[in-house]
């Protein structure tokens, strides 16, 4: 660090002393690991470019394998994403005071995931040079126009959502002086933290922490009624809707988890990122295992009950037949694992959560997997079935750089960016405790407002 | 208004394959190599499905030969993002490969599955490519293509019947696969109209379509086997 900085840095406010370190000091094993992902990253985009110059052969994909690991990480990387915007915006609205530390840190999540989500499709496309097509000759009947135009508007609105809480800290930051002037005296936009300018932030965050959540549910509803507006066994079920949205916030609850841990390592954050955190996440996490369990319970039911030959096909092929091993380890993953750690408070800890959410993500990945290929090998179409997929090596090579290219950017991120919302941590201090004392004595009895303040 | 469709003897069918081959030919389809025929990627716009019925020694072959089935109502349609796949007003279902982006939407939905991808570009020996058939066009890596009724033909019917200046007749439009039938097992032409044999056949008591539970309303009939 060079010397003036660290001076600049030395009269700041602890906070700010803390949450700004990681921009102006970076340790070696950053470079190391950040190398190695950019290493991964540009492995697959030569797996892309051999891709597009020899066409999709090069997958593993067939008839009528038709769609892959690319739709399953699209699904999966777009479901990561509602962690912060859904999350964050809920915690906002419900006032959750506990969120102040981790709403940035989930947030960023979302923006920089959405990308690597929303490339998937792109990828899987036999002609991406035709992309355009999409906007030329759009066809609105299509469930795929219906997600361009829900990821559109959510990709927009979480990105709003992300800069503008962001404007104090950038202001903060250009103040300081202690990093790129110019950069962030275009970031901050003018901003002075003047009450006036203080207060339009307020509201509109307010604003947007609402519209953000039907925008969010829209997105992955439609993702599953991709799936579920085919005719095809395991596929056209009403429940796909709301069934993807609560597996997309489950993942993105356990990807902010991991995350936490990870940044408190990395940063020392162990101020910011407290055990009562891991704690409520992981209660939040539990309450979603369970919802796992009821909403795949009933879809495999409804399923099985009905017993339409079609159906039953695919269902025993991933009971009990080629599928079973990603099936029961889904429900390792997303059921007994975090069932069994996050029902008790001693494992509720960093460690215990840090596993938890490994689990979850690993699991909602093959819960993606086990909703694209045992059905896509399994047709209506019985004597046409020839029911093989082996992933290719391009395949592989592009979800490790999804995968390897998101980390990047998000560490990247870590450097520009205060990872934990320094104003709304200040604004925690200065002006909550006292605002919550008084909103909890405003719901007893004789509305004990009157009280509080005398007895201050 | 002309609505082109095909009635399919199944007791009649041999299991020849000789729709599979002339409809290959015709519409100038690629052939690909073993390895990935083995894998699922071999294009039969018209294939001939074998279904064995029975338990050894009792056992007879049964055989389905199965183009696209043009449904009224198709499903492949409604999904494509881009209008590459769309229903003309005689009941044709066809797919403009120069608009297609290749998103394997409708592969997924059609529940026959006569959907077929380009995995990678198409590629002849010189002596294949001096009988590709001019009337039909290629197709490039990563696209769809499907069955389309020989529509390139109906076009040529048209016109021969009007340098003639006459009405067109049922033997003027047939696709390859129902011309090239040693058995006259596929039977093609309008189902309105009543001078078709299409129109009486589909009529018949043994008549069944493929999926018909599913509300696709397919053009194509099968005459279910006597015995």
Redesign the interface.
């Known amino acids: 660090m060079r010397e003036g900085v660290s001076e600049k840095l030395a009269r700041m406010s602890t906070d700010e002393q803390v949450l700004l370190r990681p921009l102006v000091e970076t340790s070696r094993s950053f470079y190391i690991v950040a190398t190695l992902l950019a290493a991964t990253t540009l492995w697959g985009v030569f797996a892309y470019y051999s891709q597009v110059r020899y066409g999709l052969g090069l997958t593993g994909l067939n008839r009528p394998e038709y769609w892959g690991i690319y739709i399953i990480c699209f699904v999966f990387f777009i479901g990561i994403s509602h962690a912060g915007t859904l999350i964050s915006a809920i915690l906002r609205v419900s006032k959750a005071e506990w969120r102040r530390s981790i709403t940035r840190s989930a947030e960023l999540i979302t923006v920089l995931v959405i990308y690597w989500g929303a490339v998937q499709p792109i990828i899987d496309m036999g002609r991406p040079d035709r992309l355009l097509n999409v906007f030329l000759h759009a066809q609105l009947s299509s469930p795929l126009m219906w997600d361009i135009i829900s990821i559109g508007l959510y990709f927009a609105s979480c990105t709003i959502y992300l800069y503008v809480p962001m404007l104090p800290d950038l202001a903060i930051i250009r103040d300081s002086g202690i990093k790129a002037p110019r950069l962030y005296r275009f970031l901050a936009a003018g901003y002075r933290d003047t009450p006036d300018q203080r207060a339009k932030l307020e509201r509109v965050i307010g604003v947007l922490s609402i519209i953000v959540i039907p925008i969010a549910v829209s997105v992955h509803t439609v993702i599953g009624w991709i799936f579920a507006m085919t005719l095809r066994p395991m596929w056209h079920s009403t429940i796909f809707g709301p069934y993807f949205v609560m597996g997309a916030i489950y993942s993105g609850i356990a990807a902010i988890l991991v995350a936490m841990v990870v940044l408190r390592r990395a940063f020392g954050l162990q101020q910011y990122f407290k055990l009562v955190h891991f704690d409520y996440l992981g209660r939040l996490l539990l309450l979603f295992s369970l919802l796992w369990f009821y909403f795949t319970f009933a879809e495999y039911l409804t399923a099985f009950y009905g017993g339409e030959p079609g159906e039953m096909r695919a269902f025993w092929a991933k009971l009990t037949g080629p599928f079973a091993i990603p099936f029961w380890t889904m429900v390792l993953g997303c059921f007994v694992i975090p069932l069994a750690l996050m029902s008790r408070r001693s494992t509720r800890t960093p460690r215990g959560t840090f596993i938890a959410g490994i689990a979850v993500m690993i699991g909602m990945w093959l819960e993606r997997f086990n909703i694209v290929v045992p059905t896509s090998v399994n047709p209506r179409w019985e004597i046409e079935s020839i029911g093989r997929y082996v992933p290719s090596w391009v395949e592989l090579s592009i979800m490790a750089a999804t995968f390897s290219g998101f980390i990047l950017l998000y560490m990247i991120a870590t450097k520009f960016i205060p990872i934990v919302s320094i104003w709304e941590i200040k604004e925690g201090r200065e002006q909550s405790v006292q605002e919550v004392a008084e909103r909890v004595a405003e719901y007893l009895p004789d509305s004990a407002m009157a009280t509080v303040t005398e007895e201050r | 208004m002309a609505r082109w469709g095909m009635v399919i003897d199944l007791d009649r069918c041999t299991g020849c394959a000789a729709c599979e081959v002339a409809c290959k030919s015709e519409n100038n389809i690629a052939t690909v190599s073993p390895e ?1 025929a083995e ?3 071999a294009i039969s716009w018209m294939r001939v ?3 064995l019925e029975g338990d050894f020694p009792d056992t007879t072959m049964q055989f ?1 030969p199965r183009p696209c089935m043009h449904c009224d109502n198709p ?1 492949c349609i ?7 796949t769309y229903i003309d007003d005689e009941g044709i279902v066809g797919q403009i490969y120069a ?7 409708c ?3 059609c ?3 006569v959907k ?6 198409p590629e002849w020996s010189q002596s294949e490519r001096q009988h590709l058939n001019p009337d039909v066009s290629v197709r ?5 293509e499907k069955c389309t009724f020989c529509h390139h033909r109906l076009q040529k019917a048209r016109e021969d019947a009007r340098a003639d200046q006459r009405e067109s007749r049922e033997e003027d439009y047939q696709p390859a696969c129902a011309e090239v039938c040693p058995t006259g097992a596929i039977v093609f032409g309008d189902l309105d109209n009543p001078s078709h044999r299409v129109a009486e056949l589909k009529e018949d008591p043994r008549v069944m379509r ?2 018909e539970e ?1 509300g696709t309303q397919p053009k194509v009939y099968y005459l279910r086997p006597r015995e």
């Not at chain 2, 608009?99 to 939407?105: A, K, S, V, W």
């Not at chain 2, 077929?116 to 570009?121: D, E, V």
């Not at chain 2, 490039?140 to 769809?144: D, F, H, L, R």
């Open positions: 990935q894998m699922g990627r499905m074998a279904e389905y499903p409604r999904v494509c993002p881009v209008g590459a608009r297609c982006i290749g998103c394997r939407y592969a997924n939905a529940p026959y599955m077929y991808f380009n995995w990678y570009g490039p890596n990563g696209v769809i493929l999926m599913l």
